[in-house]
């Protein structure tokens, strides 16, 4: 849909490719149980009481011998079942569950509100950015909420200089005006050059900084 305000009439990769979940001819049908050693490939098929029966035996052994607590319940990212797997996990007796949100999106969430009062979002539509560092992020291929790629790379074809900050020429490297090819584990030195030059040229809203920011004389001298 042309008028949708987040997709604009694109789809991901991985949506083109959702119906092969359903259609694919190599698809699994049935409950498998590998009859092998792990890199043999040999599975056989089983029914699906002996596969759920194999999989509640297992939780069964390890909440007798250790107790539910030593059950953990992780997923990846999705949010459709989400509600059913804490359910589960609350069923067992176990407060441990993991998902995506844990490491990625409730501590960037958390960051955000702590430094900015909010959650900032990238603004591609009333401002268009005449730079654009990507850092850290790949929205071409891994979408996170309210960072989508189609407003990236719309910006992008729209003349913005793009700056790429990754150890790996990635595919926003190959299309960057400058590929900053940093070291692995270099990131935060690299923040404090960005800041030593921002505080020691006052290219910083002084305003701003006088009524808002909490600590910014600690912070110059630290960065200084």
């Known amino acids: 849909d ?31 149980k590998r009859v092998g050693p792990k890199p043999s490939g040999k ?12 999989i ?12 539910p607590e030593y059950v953990l319940i992780g997923q990846g990212t999705g949010r459709d079942y989400e509600s059913h797997m804490y359910r589960f996990a609350n069923l ?3 407060p441990n569950v993991l998902t995506a949100g844990h490491m990625c999106y409730v501590s960037r969430v958390s960051a955000s509100l702590i430094t900015c009062g909010n959650l900032p979002v990238v603004d591609y539509f ?9 850092w850290g992020c790949n929205p071409m291929w891994t979408n996170a909420d309210e960072y989508k790629g189609e407003n990236f790379y719309r910006a992008y074809k729209n003349g913005a200089k793009l700056i790429s900050i990754d150890p790996r020429k990635s595919f926003y ?14 990131d935060a030195a690299m923040v404090f050059g960005f800041h030593n030059v921002i505080i020691e040229e006052e290219l910083y809203d002084k305003d701003f900084v006088q009524n808002y920011v909490h600590g910014w004389d600690a912070f110059k001298e630290r960065v200084m």
């Not at 042309?2 to 409950?31: F, N």
């Open 43 to 54: 599975w056989e098929r089983i029914t699906w009481d002996e596969a759920l029966g194999t």
């Open 92 to 94: 067992l007796g176990t």
């Open 126 to 134: 009333v401002n268009e950015p005449k730079l654009i560092v990507m």
């Open 56 to 67: 509640a035996t297992k939780f069964q052994d390890v909440i007798d011998k250790f107790g």
């Open 173 to 186: 490297g190959g299309k960057a005006d400058i590929w900053l090819q940093i070291r692995p584990g270099t």
């Open 2 to 32: 042309p008028e949708d305000p987040i997709s604009h009439g694109t789809m991901c990769t991985k949506g083109l490719s959702v119906t092969q979940l359903a259609y694919h001819p190599d698809r699994i049908l049935y409950p498998m």
